[in-house]
C-alpha cells in the first residue's frame, strides 16, 4: 500500500448529485480553485441517481406554489423541528435551479403552453413535476464537469476528515478500491456529499443489497463528519418507506397519486387522504398493516389503459428500470390487480426525513470549512433537487471560504493511525469477512433498531454493537475491493451505535413512526420540542445536546399545525360528526 499525497483548494467528496453541482459551482465562483471530485466509484454511473430519476418530489414553480407554502408544509411534516431558515433558501432557489438544468438539457414534463406541468400530491401547494425522461441526468452533469475542467478522481474511498489546532478542515484520507494505494490529500475545504445511509437495516427480502437507498451510500459522510468533531442531529428520525413486497423501490402511490392511484387497504379502501411521505403517513401504513386490514397494497387497476400506460413509462424506464421485470417475474400487472406494498429497512436520509449533518442556509456545518449537500446534510426532505440547490450553495460558499484561508497544514500521526486502520484488513489471513461483519451489524439492527422502538432493545442493541467492534478489529479482506466493504462495515456499525443512542437520548414519541418509543409513547413539546445534535468527544464518546429551534420565518395557524393529524380517510359515521 503506497501512499499518494494530493493537495486541493476544495475536495468534494461524492460524486452523485450534489457533489458534481458543489464542484461544478466552485468553479464557477473562482476558476482558479484547485477542486477535485472524489467518487468511490464513477462519476458517470454513480450516486441515487445513477439510472436517472422519475419527477422532482419538491419543485416550487411560481404559479403552483410559493416558497412560503413550501415551508409550511415541510415544518408540519417534521413535527415542527426544521430550521426554517434552510428550507426557505431551498424554496426560494429552486424554480432558479430548475430553469438552470433545463437550459443544461435535463428534460422535464410541460402542457402544451410550454408550462411545467406540476401535479399535487402535498397537503399545501403543488410540487411534482415528472420527468419522463430523466434517464440522461448523469450524462448531462458529466458534461458540466468537464466543461468547468473540475478534477475528478475515481474508485477512492474517503475514509476520514482531516482537522487543524482549530478543528478547521485540513484535508481527507482514503484509499484506491483497486489498488489498495492510501490518499492523503490537503484541502482547505472539504463538501461531503455521500447519500443516505442506506445500507443500515436489513430489507425483509433478505437481499443484502436490496434496500430501498442507493446500497453503494452506507453513511460515510455522516460518520467522517461525526469522527472529525462535527454535529450530525436528529438521527433518531429513521426513514421508513412504503416499498413494493420484495422489491428494491419505492411503492409510488407518490408519483400515481395525481393520476389517481392510490394506497388502499386489502380490501380495496383507501385509508390515507395524502400519500406525501411522513413519519404519520407510515404510522398510518403501519396500523393498517398490523391491525387486520394489511396488507397495504398500490390500487391501480380501477385506471384506463392510457393511464397505467403513461404511469408505467414513468416508473419502469427511469431511477429503477427493474421494476418492469420484477412485475413481470412475478406475474403482476397493474391493470388486473392491486400490487402489494411493505415497509422498508430503517436508514439516515434528510431526503425523506430528518436526519443527518447539521448544516445552516449556506451548507456550512457545525466546523469551519466543512459543508454537505444532499441526502446526507439535515435540511429535510430535500430529494434530488434540494441536493442540487444546497450543493450550489456549498460550491459557491466554499470558493469564498477558501480565499480567506491559510494553507492546511497536516497531522502526520493521524495519517498514520488511519493509514494502520485501512490496511489492516488486508494483513490479516483469517478472520471473518467484511459481508459477514456487515449481515450480523445489519441483523442486530432489525432485530432491536426497527420502530416501535424499546428501550430495553436499544441497549441490548448497544451491547451486540460494542461486541461487533471485535469483529472489526478482526476482519480480513483478500483484495482492495473487500476492502472497501471492510470500511463499509465499520461504518455501518457506527451509523447503527449512533442510532440507537439517538433514539434512547430523545424520550418521548414524534415524527409519526419514525420515533414511535413504546416507552415513551406521548409527544412532549414541553421537554422535546427540539433538535438533538450529536458530536464525538476526545475520546471519541458520543456527546448529546439539545439545540433550540430556530425562530421560524413563516408562521403557521392551528388548522396548518394539524394537518398532518387528519391524514386517515374519515369513515362516514365520523365524517358526519365531524
Not at 46 to 73: C, F, R, W
Not at 524 to 535: E, I, L, M, R, S
Request: glycine share 10%; charged share 25%; with cysteine.
Amino acid at each position: 500500500m503506497k501512499t499518494i499525497e494530493l493537495e486541493y483548494d476544495i475536495v468534494v467528496i461524492g460524486g452523485g448529485t450534489g457533489g458534481p453541482m458543489a464542484a461544478v459551482k466552485a468553479k464557477e465562483k473562482n476558476p482558479k480553485l484547485r477542486v477535485l471530485l472524489l467518487d468511490k466509484a464513477n462519476v458517470k454511473r454513480s450516486g441515487a441517481i445513477s439510472m436517472g430519476m422519475d419527477g422532482l418530489n419538491n419543485a416550487v414553480i411560481p404559479g403552483h406554489a410559493t416558497p412560503e407554502q413550501y415551508t409550511k408544509e415541510i415544518t408540519v411534516a417534521n413535527d415542527g423541528i426544521v430550521d426554517q431558515k434552510g428550507v426557505y433558501a431551498y424554496a426560494a432557489n429552486s424554480f432558479a435551479m430548475i430553469e438552470e438544468l433545463d437550459k443544461w438539457g435535463i428534460k422535464f414534463e410541460k402542457d402544451e403552453t410550454g408550462d411545467y406541468a406540476v401535479r399535487k400530491v402535498h397537503h399545501i401547494g403543488s410540487y411534482v413535476l415528472p420527468m419522463p425522461e430523466g434517464h440522461h441526468m448523469k450524462r448531462v452533469l458529466y458534461r458540466q464537469l468537464k466543461k468547468a475542467r473540475v478534477e475528478i478522481t475515481n474508485r477512492v474511498v474517503a475514509t476520514r476528515l482531516l482537522t487543524g489546532a482549530g478543528g478547521e478542515i485540513t484535508g481527507v484520507m482514503g484509499f484506491d478500491c483497486r489498488t489498495a494505494d492510501f490518499y492523503v490529500i490537503k484541502a482547505k475545504a472539504v463538501v461531503i456529499c455521500t447519500g443516505a445511509a442506506g445500507r443500515l437495516g436489513l430489507p425483509a427480502s433478505g437481499y443484502m443489497f436490496g434496500t430501498y437507498e442507493n446500497p453503494t451510500n452506507t453513511g460515510e459522510g455522516h460518520v467522517m463528519a461525526y469522527h472529525a468533531g462535527a454535529e450530525l442531529t436528529n438521527l433518531e428520525c429513521f426513514q421508513i418507506n412504503p416499498l413494493i413486497k420484495d422489491y428494491n423501490g419505492p411503492a409510488c402511490a407518490y408519483v400515481t397519486g395525481p393520476f389517481g392511484g392510490y394506497t388502499s387497504n386489502n380490501a380495496g379502501e383507501r385509508f390515507i387522504e395524502c400519500d406525501y411521505w411522513s413519519g404519520q403517513m407510515m404510522m398510518e401504513f403501519f396500523n393498517e398493516l398490523e391491525g387486520g386490514k394489511g396488507p397495504v397494497f398500490l390500487k391501480l387497476d380501477h385506471l384506463a389503459e392510457e393511464t397505467i400506460s403513461e404511469i408505467e413509462h414513468i416508473l419502469h424506464t427511469n431511477e429503477r428500470p427493474s421494476r418492469g421485470r420484477f412485475h413481470e417475474g412475478r406475474g403482476t400487472d397493474y391493470r388486473k390487480a392491486m400490487i402489494e406494498m411493505h415497509i422498508s429497512e430503517i436508514g439516515f436520509c434528510s431526503g425523506h426525513s430528518a436526519s443527518g449533518i447539521w448544516t445552516n442556509e449556506r451548507g456550512e456545518c457545525s466546523i469551519p470549512g466543512l459543508y454537505a449537500a444532499g441526502d446526507c446534510a439535515s435540511i429535510p426532505h430535500n430529494y434530488m433537487l434540494g441536493a442540487f440547490v444546497y450543493g450550489k450553495f456549498c460550491g459557491e460558499n466554499a470558493a469564498d471560504y477558501v480565499a480567506g484561508a491559510s494553507d492546511p497544514r497536516i497531522d502526520q500521526d493521524r495519517v498514520q493511525i488511519e493509514r494502520e486502520r485501512v490496511a489492516a484488513p488486508l494483513s490479516r489471513s483469517e478472520g471473518p469477512t467484511p459481508f459477514q461483519v456487515e449481515y450480523k451489524t445489519r441483523r442486530v439492527v432489525n432485530d432491536y433498531l426497527q420502530p416501535p422502538k424499546v428501550t430495553r432493545k436499544m441497549e441490548i442493541g448497544l451491547q451486540r454493537f460494542d461486541e461487533i467492534r471485535e469483529d472489526l478489529d478482526h476482519m480480513v479482506a483478500a483484495d482492495p475491493h473487500e476492502l472497501m466493504r471492510a470500511m463499509e462495515a465499520h461504518t455501518i456499525r457506527d451509523c447503527a451505535e449512533l442510532a440507537a443512542r439517538s433514539s434512547l437520548f430523545r424520550t418521548e414519541s414524534r415524527w409519526g413512526l419514525y420515533h414511535l418509543c413504546v416507552d415513551h409513547p406521548e409527544k412532549d413539546d414541553a421537554n422535546w420540542f427540539c433538535h438533538t445534535n450529536v458530536t464525538s468527544d476526545a475520546n471519541g464518546n458520543a456527546r448529546f445536546r439539545k439545540r433550540e429551534v430556530e425562530p421560524y420565518v413563516v408562521e403557521l395557524n392551528d388548522q396548518e399545525k394539524a394537518a398532518y393529524q387528519r391524514l386517515r380517510v374519515a369513515s362516514p359515521a365520523t365524517a358526519k360528526a365531524a
